[in-house]
């Protein structure tokens, strides 16, 4: 099975933690339909760790825990899928999840066939409590080649947040997506760390296996299991523009039933959702790069263009997504000029740029990209080439 875009959806961990159950999952199902975010694209509704007893049954399989999912998975999975909808859940390659509930280490074909009789479309794999007698890469491969033969299609969806260099080997276990960062929190540090860690290894992403930046925070507002300080709304907007500027999957992790309004809209912009669901999902490149800020060697990696990325990926239809993103703590006019997107003097062209926040158009002035951005916001541009 092969997928041809990141996922779209909601994940129960980052607000619900152990606190998951089915009235959560199925309430969040009706939510997405309802609401307009299974227009939008939100298609996965995915059940995090601790969803099961803490004992294997006699067989040998993995226990829904009876009070959190009384009526069992099929239910809720049959449910979900009443909605149009795909149902997404979790288990880990080491011995324990890293909640320390049972997990698939060793069980890997048997918990396969569960996952299909369930109706389970989409497996998240975690990578704790490994055993250190072999290699992570031996565990994916494991679970891949497991879910390959259970005869459902299901999304694989890597979580070894980047160890014993992920990025080398994902890619030939059968992995959809792998997760290229740390957990996420919370907090626009988190935001900002993801962020910057992720410039550093944009050129792994692509079709059939995609770099998963882990859920957004956007709507939890310093409320939930991974909460911290929240962001404001401004910093959501960063937050979420980066993601889809990278082309990660967007998966939901804040509760949708009561979230505000503002974080609603930032989760259904169009504009940004088109830009990271391209079809022909290219990386961005550095605007302007002087320097090799890949290069951990460089004296000058911890630089601006860690602290302003201006970043522009190349689209199926011959549009540009241009983003200028200020992590740093004060307002900064920031600049690229149109010959480092590929449009010299000579040619005649220039791009008329829609801002996804806005819908504004503007052209650039003496061939020159400029914008005062405040601190930890960002302006993002969907470009057209048109004539001078
Ligand atoms: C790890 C993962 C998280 C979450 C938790 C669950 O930390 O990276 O996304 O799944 O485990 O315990």
């Known amino acids: 099975m092969v997928i041809n875009r990141p996922p779209m959806g909601w994940n129960s961990w980052n607000t619900f933690g152990e606190d998951i159950n089915e009235k959560v999952v199925m309430e969040t199902a009706d939510f997405i339909v309802e609401n307009g975010f299974k227009e939008a694209g939100y298609e996965y509704v ?13 067989k040998g399989e993995l226990v829904p825990d009876p009070v959190k999912f009384p009526h069992g998975m099929k239910y809720v999975s049959d449910y979900v899928h009443s909605k149009g909808l795909k149902f997404g859940m979790y288990s880990c390659a080491g011995t324990m999840t890293c909640a320390g509930y049972p997990s698939s280490y060793d069980h890997e074909f048997v918990d396969a066939k569960c996952f299909a009789e369930w109706g389970v479309d989409y497996l998240k794999y975690d990578f704790c409590f490994r055993p250190t007698t072999t290699y992570g890469h031996i565990l994916y ?31 030939e276990t059968g992995a959809h997506t792998w997760r290229s960062t740390g957990d996420i929190n919370d907090s626009w540090q988190s935001v900002k760390m993801l962020a910057q860690d992720q410039l550093k290894v944009m050129e792994y992403n692509g079709q059939g296996c995609f770099n998963d ?9 310093g409320k939930g299991n991974v909460a911290l300080t929240g962001c404001t709304v401004e910093e959501y907007k960063t937050h979420f523009a980066f993601w889809a500027m990278m082309g990660s999957p967007l998966i939901i992790g804040c509760d949708l039933r009561s979230a505000d309004e503002d974080s609603l ?31 951990e060697n460089d004296p000058l990696y911890e630089d601006e263009q860690l602290e302003i990325p201006v970043l522009a990926r190349f689209l199926s239809n011959g549009d540009i997504a241009i983003g200028l993103f200020n992590f740093s703590d004060s307002d900064r006019n920031i600049s690229a000029t149109m010959d480092s997107l590929g449009i010299g003097e000579c040619t005649g062209k220039t791009i008329e740029m829609t801002d996804a926040w806005t819908g504004e158009t503007v052209r650039p002035v003496n061939a020159t990209i400029r914008k005062n951005v405040a601190a930890h916001s960002c302006v993002v541009y969907r470009a057209k080439v048109v004539d001078l």
């Open 46 to 58: 995915i059940i995090d760790d601790c969803w099961s007893l803490r004992e294997r049954n006699e």
């Open 141 to 171: 491969k494991r679970m891949a080649l497991a879910l390959a033969n259970c005869g459902r299609d299901i999304v694989f969806a890597a979580c070894s947040w980047g160890a014993e260099n992920t990025k080398k080997w994902i890619k």
């Open 213 to 221: 930046m882990d859920m957004l925070i956007v709507g939890m507002n």
């Open 265 to 295: 809209k930032i989760l259904k912009n169009k504009a940004l959702i088109d830009i990271d669901q391209d079809e022909a999902y290219r990386q961005p490149f550095v605007l302007n790069a002087f320097r090799d800020f890949k290069n």
